[in-house]
C-alpha cells in the first residue's frame, strides 16, 4: 500500500472536496507512486467559465517561468486550462481567473466547485483585464456570484503590512499592466487569503507572445512597474505555497537562499 506521507496537495483538495460534496463517502486517496513525483511540481492553472475564450492565455505559463527562475520551487512549465464546472479544478491548489467583461451566471455546479475549492483549501487569483465598461461589467458579475457562492464571506482590502506582501519580495505597490487601482482585495477562511483580487490587469503585465516580446507596455511606469508586477506575482505563489504546505514552513530560509538574486537586491544587503 502507497504510504500516506505521499499524499500531495491536490490530493488533498480532491479528498476535502470529496468529503464536502459527500460526508459519508470513502473515496480512493491514494495516488500511485509513479505519479506523485509529477502530481508534486507546481503548475499555475488558468480556469474558465462557461464558454468564455482564454483570456491572457500565455500569462500564467509566464508566472510559472518567473517562479522557477526566481525561486527553488519545483514548476511544471506547461498551459493548464481547466473548466471550473469540471471536478478536475481540485488537482490544482493555485487557479488563475482571468476576467475581461461580463460573464454569463455561473451554473449550479460552477458555484459550487468555487465554493468548496476555496473552502478546502485551494487559492484563487482573480485578475480583471477589461477597460472601461469591461472592467465595470466583470466587476459586477464577479461581486455578485462571490455573494452567491460565498455568502458569509466578503471582499476586504488586502492591508499594506499583510505577510503577502513578505512573502519573498518586499513590496510596496500592486501594479500590473495598469496603475489604477492602490490596493488588492481578498476573501479571508480560517485565517487565510483564499482569494485575491486584482483590477490592475497582474496578466497583461506578464504577458509574452510566442517571439519573448512583452504584449502589452505598462504604464505609466514601464520596465519597473512591469517588475513590480512579476514580483507580486512571484509573492502570491509562494504565499499560497508556504501557507498551504505546512511542512514547507521549516524550510522558508532554504528557499530564500535560493532565491535568484537581482544587483539591486544585492545592493540592499
Not at 36 to 62: C, H, I, K, M, Y
Amino acid at each position: 500500500m502507497n504510504d500516506p506521507r505521499n499524499l500531495t496537495r491536490r490530493t488533498f483538495l480532491r479528498t476535502a472536496a470529496s468529503l464536502i460534496a459527500a460526508p459519508f463517502a470513502l473515496p480512493l486517496l491514494l495516488p500511485r507512486r509513479s505519479a506523485a513525483s509529477e502530481l508534486n511540481r507546481f503548475r499555475v492553472a488558468q480556469v474558465t467559465t462557461g464558454d468564455r475564450p482564454v483570456a491572457r492565455p500565455n500569462a500564467a505559463f509566464v508566472l510559472g517561468q518567473e517562479v522557477r527562475f526566481r525561486t527553488a520551487v519545483d514548476v511544471k512549465l506547461d498551459r493548464v486550462v481547466v473548466a471550473l464546472s469540471s471536478r478536475d479544478i481540485f488537482d490544482y491548489p493555485f487557479l488563475l481567473w482571468v476576467g475581461d467583461g461580463s460573464f454569463p451566471p455561473l451554473t449550479d455546479a460552477e458555484r459550487d466547485h468555487l465554493r468548496t475549492f476555496l473552502r478546502s483549501g485551494g487559492f484563487l487569483l482573480v485578475d480583471n483585464v477589461g477597460e472601461g465598461a469591461g472592467l465595470a461589467a466583470f466587476d459586477r458579475r464577479f461581486r455578485a456570484e462571490l455573494r452567491l457562492a460565498l455568502p458569509d464571506s466578503e471582499l476586504q482590502p488586502v492591508a499594506s503590512r499583510h505577510v503577502l506582501f513578505r512573502a519573498f519580495y518586499r513590496l510596496t505597490a500592486v501594479w500590473g499592466r495598469r496603475a489604477t487601482r492602490q490596493h488588492l482585495e481578498g476573501v479571508e477562511l480560517d485565517g487565510r487569503l483564499a482569494l485575491v483580487y486584482s483590477q490592475n490587469d497582474l496578466t497583461g503585465a506578464w504577458s509574452r507572445d510566442g517571439y519573448g516580446a512583452w504584449e502589452f507596455e505598462a504604464v505609466p511606469g514601464g520596465p519597473a512597474q512591469r517588475e513590480d508586477a512579476l514580483r507580486l506575482g512571484v509573492n502570491l505563489v509562494m504565499y499560497a505555497l508556504l501557507l498551504d504546505y505546512k511542512d514547507e514552513q521549516a524550510h522558508i530560509d532554504y528557499l530564500l537562499r535560493r532565491r535568484r538574486l537581482r544587483p539591486e537586491d544585492l545592493e540592499k544587503r
